[in-house]
């Protein structure tokens, strides 16, 4: 390689520099990519509400926001979908685990439907390396119940066997012990 293409190649990597941390910490979308994402939201959020407690328009809605994802080739959410039913995620969440408290019970299968399909497409995006790992993780353990597990198994080790005797301990190690120390008594 020449000096000049050695050059080069420095000052591209010089300029590749992490960002700053506002950087990191704003949202990374073009003008035109960030009113796609207030259109496709603005869409679900002029929906007219429905009656919550029709399971035959609950089910009509969720399938909306997925066919509404689709035309706007959007990634469905948790969020989403709760904005798309008029409901917040507290009450999405009890419908899903059949909390008795649930006004609805019966959508219990609807809810785990949805969610597992949600979570089927993200793990299919993190496969496929569409989306950041850390943002995949994020999702999984916010929505899905996912946790950071290490399992520690305890082995008692005991090298003088399971049981004691005080007896046997003595004999064993009697003739180890000098029993004629300068300055030191032994009883016996």
């Not at 000052?11 to 990519?33: F, G, L, N, W």
């Amino acid at each position: 390689m020449e000096q000049k293409e050695i050059q080069n190649i420095g000052e591209v990597v010089a300029k590749k520099q992490r960002p700053k941390k506002s950087e990191q910490m704003s949202v990374q979308a073009t003008p035109d990519e960030n009113k796609r994402y207030i259109k496709h939201v603005m869409e679900t959020f002029k929906m007219p509400k429905i009656d919550i407690n029709d399971p035959a328009q609950v089910q009509a809605r969720i399938e909306w926001y997925f066919n509404h994802c689709i035309k706007d080739g959007m990634k469905p959410t948790v969020a989403g979908i709760c904005n798309a039913l008029k409901i917040d995620r507290q009450t999405f969440y009890r419908w899903g685990t059949g909390d008795r408290r649930s006004e609805t019970p019966e959508y219990g299968l609807m809810v785990k439907n949805a969610k597992s399909t949600i979570q089927d497409l993200w793990e299919q995006y993190a496969s496929d390396g569409k989306v950041n790992p850390v943002t995949f993780i994020f999702l999984m353990k916010n929505h899905f119940g996912y946790a950071d597990k290490q399992e520690v198994v305890v082995t008692p080790n005991a090298p003088l066997g399971d049981t004691t005797d005080i007896k046997a301990l003595e004999d064993q190690y009697r003739d180890s012990v000098p029993l004629d120390v300068e300055g030191v008594e032994i009883d016996e």
